[in-house]
């Protein structure tokens, strides 16, 4: 198993573009989540998805959106990307009360 | 380089010394505990996790106590090694089932070899 996978490892954006966070996972996890990490604040939720279908926001979803068409792939989307949101940003997934699992991370930079 | 783990409170550790890593926790509704570690621009790996009907669980090297009395939860490493070095989280479920993760801020953990 690959575990999960995100992509890009690294991107820069100019205010105001938009782009999609790519996260998938091979493990057959119902729930997946994004997480964005910034100094000092530890990992956030952004949105997460109890399944195919169903997606629901976590603590700080302004400005991003998802969906969840398949079970194993949980895009993140920036409409009109902010300095605010130059951020790592991490994806993750597990079954039932399992184990968490995180992806290596995409750091972001908008400028 | 890295920019995660800024102003994150630090321990440091002679190797082969023990450390340990405290968390308090604010939801006497939580009931499932857990420990990850994350190295310098990686995701955080599970280290451990303890339930809310226990309040001992040891791993390899890797020890968690949970307090609910006072919503305390540490992880203890025995025999720290220079493998250890990270920045380390505690998170908490806080209602049963499928719901989210709530993390904390994190502490680094610095061995001096």
């Known amino acids: 198993n690959a575990g999960v996978t995100q992509t890009p490892k690294f991107q820069v954006l100019k205010t105001g573009q938009s782009m999609t966070l790519q996260c998938a996972q091979d493990?057959?996890?119902?729930?997946m989540s994004w997480y964005r990490q910034d100094p000092g604040m530890g990992l956030r939720l952004i949105h997460y998805?109890?399944?195919?279908?169903?997606?629901d926001q976590g603590e700080v979803p302004n400005g991003y959106n998802v969906s969840r068409s398949t079970t194993e792939d949980f895009p993140l989307r920036l409409l009109s990307a902010a300095p605010s949101q130059t951020s790592v940003y991490f994806c993750?997934?597990?079954?039932?009360?399992?184990?968490?699992?995180f992806g290596p991370g995409t750091r972001l930079t908008v400028t | 380089g890295e920019s995660v783990g800024l102003h994150l409170p630090t321990l440091s550790v002679q190797e082969g010394d023990n450390s340990i890593i405290n968390c308090a926790y604010s939801?006497?509704?939580?009931?499932?505990f857990i420990w990850y570690k994350q190295e310098s621009g990686k995701g955080p790996q599970f280290i451990i996790d303890?339930?809310?009907?226990?309040d001992k669980r040891q791993g390899q090297r890797v020890t968690v106590l949970l307090n609910k009395t006072v919503k305390h939860l540490s992880l203890q490493i025995a025999a720290t090694q220079p493998g250890d070095s990270a920045v380390y989280f505690c998170?908490?479920?806080?209602?049963?089932?499928?719901?989210?993760?709530?993390f904390g801020k994190g502490t680094r953990l610095s061995v001096i070899a």
């Open positions: 998170a908490e479920r806080r209602n049963s089932g499928n719901t989210p993760l709530v």
């Open positions: 939801n006497s509704a939580s009931d499932y």
């Open positions: 998805s109890v399944g195919a279908g169903i997606t």
């Open positions: 303890i339930r809310s009907n226990m």
């Open positions: 493990m057959n996890h119902e729930y």
């Open positions: 993750a997934s597990k079954r039932g009360e399992g184990e968490q699992y």
